[in-house]
């Protein structure tokens, strides 16, 4: 009786590993794309498609870069209110103070975009492409203004952060204690 329940066993146990075995395997066989496989365009390369992701984002970026004024009178509120509390705000304060000097710098460098957008050659209204030479320029051009921006801001939106970031960290809330 013992030797049939061993061997009862041990054939389920093989029939077990024989099922793992078999389901690990897989049901479809998958192969890499050839070479010349054109539906896939080489890393990098510009399609119509790139471009109008490409310009969508910078879309996006210029108008982000057109509501600094909002951020700026938010951002002071917010000083503002820290100072009443008896906060110490001199270093957010100065560092708003920089980056309102550059975003006065850089408007007029943002206006000048302005007329890349009204003009979005090589695009259509929808932001499609519609000449693929134009709109590669448009892009590049639009490129070269962002680049202008930056350069003009001169970090100041990184200190900005990096000081709000740190004044959060000075004064932090103390955390609640539940009492029972």
Known sequence: MKILFEKTVLLASIAVLASLGVASQPLVSAFAAGLSDPSTPPRGELTDERLEKIWAHQLQLYEKLGKTEDFIGKTQKLIDRASEHGKDVSAVQSALDAFVDAVDDAKPIYKSGQAIIDSHAGFNADGKVTDFEQAKETVHAMGEKMKEIKKAMGGTGKALRDA?????????????????
């Not at 709000?164 to 932090?172: G, P, Q, R």
């Open 164 to 180: 709000i970031y740190a004044f959060h960290k000075a004064n932090l809330r103390p955390e609640k204690t539940l009492t029972p």
